[in-house]
């Protein structure tokens, strides 16, 4: 077991801009030195003949394929709707004052 040390704790804290009191300081020394002897288990793991996982629950992306709609509408019919123009524009009320 790995133990860190308090200067190796205190110099995280440092780099991560957090304040610690001596007593958080002792308590982290603990569960980090415990999260690494976690990981250097994990480094010890048989993986030979496994590949690489990249996804577990076997969804598959899904892609449509573009096509073109043409709702067969021009500006100018667009335009002939309007109840009002002003220079082949849209004319409204005014809406602020």
């Not at 610690?20 to 990981?39: A, M, P, R």
């Not at 335009?79 to 809406?95: F, G, H, I, M, T």
């Amino acid at each position: 077991m790995a133990k860190l040390t308090k200067d190796q704790v205190l110099k995280l804290a440092k780099l991560s801009r957090l304040k610690l009191t001596d007593e958080e300081v002792e308590k982290f020394q603990t569960e980090l030195s415990e999260i690494l002897d976690y990981v250097a288990q994990l480094d010890n793991a048989d993986t030979k003949g496994l590949g690489p996982t990249y996804q577990v629950t076997g969804l598959k992306d899904v892609m449509r394929k573009d096509t073109l709609v043409d709702y067969q509408a021009n500006s100018s019919a667009i335009l002939k709707l309007a109840p009002a123009l002003e220079k082949n524009q849209y004319k409204v009320k005014r809406v602020l004052n």
